[in-house]
Protein backbone atom coordinates (compact mmCIF):
# COMPACT_ATOMS: atom_id res chain seq x y z
CA UNK A 1 0.00 0.00 0.00
CA UNK A 2 1.06 3.27 -0.94
CA UNK A 3 0.54 5.02 2.49
CA UNK A 4 0.99 8.86 1.16
CA UNK A 5 -1.77 8.50 -1.09
CA UNK A 6 -4.63 7.82 1.20
CA UNK A 7 -2.82 10.44 3.30
CA UNK A 8 -2.96 13.15 0.60
CA UNK A 9 -6.04 12.52 -0.72
CA UNK A 10 -8.35 11.80 2.45
CA UNK A 11 -10.54 14.87 3.47
CA UNK A 12 -13.41 15.58 5.89
CA UNK A 13 -16.44 14.46 4.10
CA UNK A 14 -20.03 16.99 5.32
CA UNK A 15 -22.29 14.98 3.37
CA UNK A 16 -23.16 11.45 3.17
CA UNK A 17 -25.37 8.80 1.73
CA UNK A 18 -27.84 6.66 3.56
CA UNK A 19 -26.32 3.19 2.86
CA UNK A 20 -25.94 0.96 5.53
CA UNK A 21 -22.03 0.64 6.62
CA UNK A 22 -21.61 -3.50 7.40
CA UNK A 23 -20.93 -4.42 10.61
CA UNK A 24 -17.85 -6.29 9.12
CA UNK A 25 -16.50 -3.31 7.77
CA UNK A 26 -16.41 -1.40 10.74
CA UNK A 27 -14.79 -3.47 12.56
CA UNK A 28 -11.80 -4.52 10.02
CA UNK A 29 -11.27 -0.59 9.88
CA UNK A 30 -11.12 -0.68 13.81
CA UNK A 31 -8.84 -3.67 14.45
CA UNK A 32 -6.37 -2.23 11.99
CA UNK A 33 -6.63 1.42 13.89
CA UNK A 34 -6.18 -0.56 16.86
CA UNK A 35 -2.31 -0.90 16.02
CA UNK A 36 -1.92 2.57 16.34
CA UNK A 37 1.22 3.34 19.14
CA UNK A 38 0.04 3.97 22.89
CA UNK A 39 2.42 4.80 25.49
CA UNK A 40 3.67 1.33 27.21
CA UNK A 41 1.03 -0.29 24.85
CA UNK A 42 -1.99 0.83 26.98
CA UNK A 43 -4.28 0.93 24.67
CA UNK A 44 -6.51 3.34 26.25
CA UNK A 45 -9.14 3.98 24.22
CA UNK A 46 -12.57 2.25 23.91
CA UNK A 47 -15.35 2.46 21.01
CA UNK A 48 -19.08 3.25 21.05
CA UNK A 49 -20.26 2.82 17.75
CA UNK A 50 -24.07 3.86 17.23
CA UNK A 51 -25.94 2.75 14.03
CA UNK A 52 -29.27 2.74 12.78
CA UNK A 53 -32.34 3.89 14.57
CA UNK A 54 -30.16 4.52 18.12
CA UNK A 55 -28.23 6.70 15.59
CA UNK A 56 -31.34 8.83 14.67
CA UNK A 57 -32.35 8.80 18.36
CA UNK A 58 -28.72 10.27 19.27
CA UNK A 59 -28.61 12.93 16.70
CA UNK A 60 -31.87 14.29 18.03
CA UNK A 61 -31.15 14.17 21.34
CA UNK A 62 -27.81 16.44 20.54
CA UNK A 63 -29.50 19.00 18.20
CA UNK A 64 -32.17 19.54 20.87
CA UNK A 65 -28.93 20.22 23.67
CA UNK A 66 -27.76 21.99 20.88
CA UNK A 67 -30.66 24.68 20.35
CA UNK A 68 -31.07 25.08 24.15
CA UNK A 69 -27.27 25.24 25.48
CA UNK A 70 -26.23 27.19 22.24
CA UNK A 71 -22.46 26.17 22.26
CA UNK A 72 -21.22 26.47 18.89
CA UNK A 73 -17.98 24.17 16.73
CA UNK A 74 -14.83 26.10 18.43
CA UNK A 75 -11.23 25.58 19.08
CA UNK A 76 -11.93 25.72 22.58
CA UNK A 77 -8.95 28.14 23.43
CA UNK A 78 -8.06 29.33 26.61
CA UNK A 79 -6.41 32.33 26.14
CA UNK A 80 -5.94 34.42 22.77
CA UNK A 81 -5.01 32.21 20.38
CA UNK A 82 -1.61 33.40 17.79
CA UNK A 83 -2.64 35.64 15.28
CA UNK A 84 -1.09 33.02 12.48
CA UNK A 85 -3.55 30.60 13.77
CA UNK A 86 -6.54 32.57 13.18
CA UNK A 87 -6.15 33.56 10.04
CA UNK A 88 -5.85 30.24 9.29
CA UNK A 89 -8.96 29.43 10.75
CA UNK A 90 -10.66 32.60 9.10
CA UNK A 91 -9.23 31.76 5.56
CA UNK A 92 -10.99 28.42 5.45
CA UNK A 93 -14.16 29.67 6.25
CA UNK A 94 -14.29 31.71 3.38
CA UNK A 95 -13.18 29.19 1.49
CA UNK A 96 -16.11 27.41 2.14
CA UNK A 97 -18.43 30.10 2.18
CA UNK A 98 -18.83 29.78 -2.19
CA UNK A 99 -19.74 25.89 -1.24
CA UNK A 100 -22.65 26.74 1.70
CA UNK A 101 -24.00 29.52 -0.64
CA UNK A 102 -24.33 27.08 -3.61
CA UNK A 103 -26.07 24.82 -1.08
CA UNK A 104 -28.26 28.00 0.17
CA UNK A 105 -27.65 27.30 3.79
CA UNK A 106 -26.05 28.77 6.58
CA UNK A 107 -22.66 28.41 7.41
CA UNK A 108 -23.18 28.74 11.41
CA UNK A 109 -26.72 26.10 11.32
CA UNK A 110 -25.04 23.68 8.61
CA UNK A 111 -21.77 22.87 11.26
CA UNK A 112 -22.78 23.09 14.46
CA UNK A 113 -26.59 21.26 13.81
CA UNK A 114 -24.39 19.54 10.94
CA UNK A 115 -22.03 18.31 13.53
CA UNK A 116 -24.98 17.02 16.04
CA UNK A 117 -26.01 14.75 13.18
CA UNK A 118 -22.60 13.29 12.04
CA UNK A 119 -23.80 15.44 8.48
CA UNK A 120 -26.35 12.17 8.03
CA UNK A 121 -23.51 9.69 8.40
CA UNK A 122 -25.08 6.42 9.20
CA UNK A 123 -22.66 5.72 11.57
CA UNK A 124 -21.22 7.72 14.55
CA UNK A 125 -18.14 6.07 16.20
CA UNK A 126 -17.44 7.72 19.71
CA UNK A 127 -13.79 7.73 20.91
CA UNK A 128 -13.94 7.30 25.12
CA UNK A 129 -11.12 7.41 27.72
CA UNK A 130 -11.26 6.23 31.44
CA UNK A 131 -10.97 9.14 33.77
CA UNK A 132 -8.25 7.63 35.43
CA UNK A 133 -5.70 8.53 32.62
CA UNK A 134 -4.12 11.89 32.43
CA UNK A 135 -5.04 14.57 30.00
CA UNK A 136 -1.71 13.44 28.59
CA UNK A 137 -3.30 10.06 27.35
CA UNK A 138 -5.12 12.14 24.69
CA UNK A 139 -2.37 12.09 22.51
CA UNK A 140 -3.14 8.27 22.14
CA UNK A 141 -6.81 9.27 21.52
CA UNK A 142 -5.62 11.20 18.89
CA UNK A 143 -3.21 8.64 17.14
CA UNK A 144 -5.69 6.20 16.77
CA UNK A 145 -8.33 8.50 15.37
CA UNK A 146 -5.63 9.11 12.60
CA UNK A 147 -5.28 5.98 11.82
CA UNK A 148 -9.16 5.44 11.92
CA UNK A 149 -9.82 7.79 9.26
CA UNK A 150 -6.84 6.92 7.25
CA UNK A 151 -8.02 3.67 7.39
CA UNK A 152 -11.59 4.11 6.31
CA UNK A 153 -10.63 5.95 3.13
CA UNK A 154 -9.03 2.60 2.15
CA UNK A 155 -12.16 0.92 2.50
CA UNK A 156 -13.90 3.74 0.51
CA UNK A 157 -15.53 5.51 3.59
CA UNK A 158 -15.93 9.16 4.21
CA UNK A 159 -15.30 10.47 7.95
CA UNK A 160 -15.30 13.55 9.83
CA UNK A 161 -13.92 13.86 12.96
CA UNK A 162 -16.40 15.74 15.60
CA UNK A 163 -15.30 17.68 18.53
CA UNK A 164 -18.34 19.63 19.38
CA UNK A 165 -20.61 17.17 20.32
CA UNK A 166 -18.35 16.30 23.71
CA UNK A 167 -20.00 19.51 24.85
CA UNK A 168 -23.38 17.58 25.61
CA UNK A 169 -21.59 14.76 26.98
CA UNK A 170 -24.11 14.22 29.60
CA UNK A 171 -26.59 14.05 27.31
CA UNK A 172 -24.54 11.51 25.21
CA UNK A 173 -23.68 9.64 28.56
CA UNK A 174 -27.65 8.99 29.84
CA UNK A 175 -28.56 8.13 26.09
CA UNK A 176 -26.36 5.67 25.40
CA UNK A 177 -25.55 4.41 28.84
CA UNK A 178 -22.11 5.21 28.84
CA UNK A 179 -20.37 5.01 32.66
CA UNK A 180 -19.78 8.08 34.29
CA UNK A 181 -16.36 7.65 34.57
CA UNK A 182 -16.08 7.76 30.83
CA UNK A 183 -14.52 10.43 29.20
CA UNK A 184 -16.12 10.98 25.90
CA UNK A 185 -12.89 12.73 23.94
CA UNK A 186 -14.31 12.79 20.50
CA UNK A 187 -16.76 11.36 17.79
CA UNK A 188 -16.19 10.53 13.87
CA UNK A 189 -19.04 10.56 11.47
CA UNK A 190 -18.59 7.19 9.04
CA UNK A 191 -20.66 6.32 5.92
CA UNK A 192 -20.37 6.27 2.05
CA UNK A 193 -20.20 10.09 0.46
CA UNK A 194 -22.50 11.81 -1.29
CA UNK A 195 -20.41 13.06 -3.76
CA UNK A 196 -23.19 14.77 -5.46
CA UNK A 197 -23.10 17.65 -2.49
CA UNK A 198 -21.35 20.59 -2.94
CA UNK A 199 -19.46 20.44 0.51
CA UNK A 200 -17.42 17.44 -0.64
CA UNK A 201 -16.21 19.25 -3.57
CA UNK A 202 -14.13 21.68 -0.34
CA UNK A 203 -10.67 20.64 0.63
CA UNK A 204 -9.17 22.64 3.30
CA UNK A 205 -5.90 24.27 2.78
CA UNK A 206 -2.57 23.90 4.33
CA UNK A 207 -0.35 26.48 6.07
CA UNK A 208 3.60 26.27 3.97
CA UNK A 209 5.88 23.69 6.18
CA UNK A 210 8.64 26.53 6.30
CA UNK A 211 6.12 28.40 8.79
CA UNK A 212 5.80 25.19 10.91
CA UNK A 213 9.13 24.41 11.53
CA UNK A 214 12.58 25.18 13.38
CA UNK A 215 15.53 24.00 12.45
CA UNK A 216 17.93 23.12 15.61
CA UNK A 217 21.50 22.03 13.69
Known amino acids: MNLIKPITERKSIRAFKPDPVPKETIEAILKSAILAPSAINLQPWEFVI ?39 GAKTLEMMTPFFEEMKTDLNQFINEGSCNFYGAPVAILICLDDSFPKSRL ?51 LGYPDLKSPINRFRSPRDDIGNLIRWIE
Do not use: F, W
Not at 51 to 78: D, M, Q
Not at 151 to 166: V, W
Open 50 to 88: VTGEERERLSRRLIKAYKEKKISCGPGNVKPMPKTVTQR
Open 139 to 189: VDIGLVLGYLLLIAHEYGLGTCPIGLITAYEDEIKELLNIPENKMVVIGTA
